[in-house]
């Protein structure tokens, strides 16, 4: 039996009643037979006026084989109802604009007016070996610590906020003969607007102090186990409790921050009781003259300047440092200078070509000191780098905290699914840097450093150091070298 036209269509309960009456007609009713009667001449149609009586038609016979008009009806309906609904499952599978996609939007606008949390942490492992030391440098002990153990909560949410709280958990000394372990301290924790017109980003809490490229760049992020010398706790600022604002213009070659801050708040206490606080004003400047569109390729040219001004709570400063690593005895020291205030100012510059990276920073700190007058100390350092497998560092325009370098990615990590494994990334490294206390008669500080990092993934890296100081007559340890190794594990999440 030829299908029916109308079930050409998705059926539906009138078509499907006109179906069946259209079925029953044809089979079962007797034929009428209709006189020819021929219309008027001047009418174009005309009903007929008389019917003939009805004449039963000769009964069909039923088919041989096959189902019933009924049963075929049925089937056909069920047939087009089940591709109807295969057509609609296919096209809410594939189309933006279905219910799932709805969800997702949903959730994208309850993201705008709540908090989305991810939480992280950091584990570094240090072992340090004194290979070589000078009679006069006291107490050059190996050790083992655990350099960094830290857990992070990192959020964003209403649109334009997010918010950082780092805490560590490594026990650490807070004095250099007091073995009193204390834990946790407070590292990051801080709130941001974002996208603010005219001020850019605001932020408000304990984070980096806007000043110096090395220092603002996260430490799993920087190449050496330790930052330069004269970087942190010399004369650029750690964490410190503030508000700062950061901002870039449209091309994003140029950035500047400017900050507020306290002097010297305690990680561990976390307090202060003192009717003078302090103070620590910072600005920082940085620009591109020659960058490509990708952090990933192409030349790059970073120069940068920034000043840090300092009204410390105590009228007492203090410069000196260890030979690049956390723990050990200090090779050069200022002891401590009665002073009102000092200003730091600095340049900066960073060049990316190919798989090679130079980094440097200049600095030169004027001191008010109260008896004494003014004292101006320069420092600085230089590093250069080179990635054996072809990788380069990644430049960061406009990062957590302004300009810096970024998180170093291998183009064949070792950590992967079976097939799919590299060697990692290999990257070697030299460092010189130096600190001048001549004017204050506490001599100079200098030292080399050479070695390689090995990435198994952007998240987990191999570091060697090696480290050779050397200082002159005036300072603490009387002109005095050393050869220090100093190894580390270091992975994050």
Not at 346 to 372: G, P
Not at 460 to 471: G, V
């Amino acid at each position: 039996m030829k299908p029916l036209a109308c079930m050409q269509q998705p059926p539906k309960k009138s078509n499907f009643l006109c179906c069946c009456l259209a079925a029953i007609v044809s089979i079962g009713l007797p034929s009428v037979a209709l006189p020819q009667t021929p219309p008027a001449p001047d009418s174009p149609f005309q009903l007929p006026t008389t019917v003939a009586p009805f004449e039963t038609a000769p009964p069909t016979p039923p088919p041989a084989q096959g189902p019933s008009v009924d049963q075929t009806l049925s089937d056909q309906a069920k047939a087009q109802m089940d591709q109807v609904a295969q057509e609609i499952k296919e096209v809410t599978k594939g189309d933006p604009t279905t219910v799932r996609d709805g969800k997702e939007k949903e959730k994208e606008r309850e993201s705008d007016q709540k908090w989305t949390v991810k939480l992280g942490g950091h584990v570094q492992t240090d072992y340090v070996l004194w290979a070589n030391a000078d009679p006069m440098i006291p107490s050059p002990d190996n050790y083992f610590e655990f350099r960094r153990l830290r857990l992070v909560a990192d959020g964003v949410g209403y649109g334009n906020a997010d918010f950082r709280l780092q805490m560590t958990l490594e026990p650490e000394t807070p004095g250099e003969t007091l073995q009193i372990a204390t834990s946790p301290e407070v590292k990051d924790a801080y709130f941001t607007l974002n996208d603010l017109p005219w001020l850019g980003r605001l932020r408000i809490g304990h984070f980096f102090v806007p000043f110096g490229l090395e220092q603002v760049t996260n430490d799993t992020n920087n190449i050496f186990l330790e930052r330069s010398i004269p970087t942190q706790g010399i004369f650029t600022a750690d964490r410190e409790v503030g508000i700062a604002i950061y901002n870039q213009n449209e091309d994003r070659r140029t950035t500047w921050s400017h900050g507020i801050f306290l002097d010297s708040i305690s990680d561990s206490l976390k307090d202060r009781f003192d009717d003078n606080q302090g103070t620590r004003l910072s600005s920082r400047y940085t620009w591109l003259p020659i960058a490509s569109d990708s952090s990933t390729s192409g030349p790059l040219l970073h120069l940068g300047a920034g000043a840090l001004h300092t009204i410390d709570h105590n009228q007492l400063v203090r410069f000196r440092a260890r030979p690049q690593i956390h723990e050990g005895p200090r090779l050069i020291d200022s002891g401590l200078i009665s002073a009102t205030d000092f200003t730091t100012g600095n340049v900066e510059l960073a060049a990316i070509w190919r798989s090679f990276t130079l980094q440097s920073e200049a600095f030169l700190t004027r001191v008010d000191r109260i008896n004494n007058g003014a004292v101006e100390l320069p420092g600085g350092y230089v590093h250069l780098s080179w990635f054996l497998t072809g990788e380069n560092r990644i430049y960061e325009r406009f990062g957590q905290h302004g300009a810096q370098f970024g998180r170093n990615v291998p183009t064949s990590p070792l950590l992967g699914k079976r097939g799919k494994r590299g060697p990692g990334a290999w990257e070697l490294k030299v460092r010189w840097s130096y600190l001048d206390l001549d004017r204050l008669d506490r001599g100079q500080y200098n030292d080399i450093s050479s070695g390689f990092n090995w990435y198994w993934s952007d998240r987990t890296r191999i570091m060697f150091d090696w480290i050779h100081p050397w200082t002159t007559k005036e300072t603490v340890v009387q002109g005095a070298e050393a050869d220090i190794l100093g190894m580390r594990f270091d992975f994050n999440w």
